[in-house]
């Protein structure tokens, strides 16, 4: 193994690159292609000055390290948190608006219009036609006060 190592040249970057970037393909999450990147990187590097096995290896190691973890603090793995605020938990969106009643909230409950939705609220009583701020969600139950 030494003497392979001992041996390397811009090709074996070249190859070992198409693999992990073959890998990359076939597996979930985003890791290897920025070791393929590195490999490319250091067998580019080979090619234009002669560089120690040992030093090759670190090389390698530490770009593709410093690119994953570059990757992970600037990159954007996921959508924006703007699509996915609310997810599944609609009624958070409406935290903070205001709403008019389209039924009077007695004994605790009521209704109001949220688009082509009606949603069941609880707050103080009030009369159909009252605006209320949604202060918060319990299940598919707005919270409101009287604005």
């Known amino acids: 193994m030494t003497e392979f190592l001992q041996n ?13 970037a073959a890998v990359e ?9 920025w070791f393929a990147a590195s490999a490319v990187v250091v067998g580019t590097l080979l090619l234009a000055v002669p560089v120690p096995w040992q030093l090759q290896i670190v090389l390698f190691i530490v770009l593709g390290a410093v690119a994953l973890m570059a990757w992970r603090r600037f990159g954007n793995p996921e959508a924006p948190e ?10 958070q969106r409406y935290v903070g608006q205001s709403f008019t009643l389209v039924e009077p909230i007695e004994g605790g409950s009521g209704k109001v219009r949220v688009g082509d939705t009606v949603w069941l609220v609880q707050g103080s009583d009030a009369p159909a036609g009252a605006r209320v701020r949604v202060t918060g969600v319990s299940g598919t139950v707005l919270q409101v006060t009287n604005s």
């Open 25 to 33: 393909t076939l597996t979930p999450g985003v890791l290897a292609i």
């Open 8 to 20: 390397l040249q811009w090709w074996h970057w070249w190859i070992l690159a198409a693999v992990l």
């Open 82 to 91: 703007s699509e996915q605020h609310g997810l599944n938990q609609r009624g």
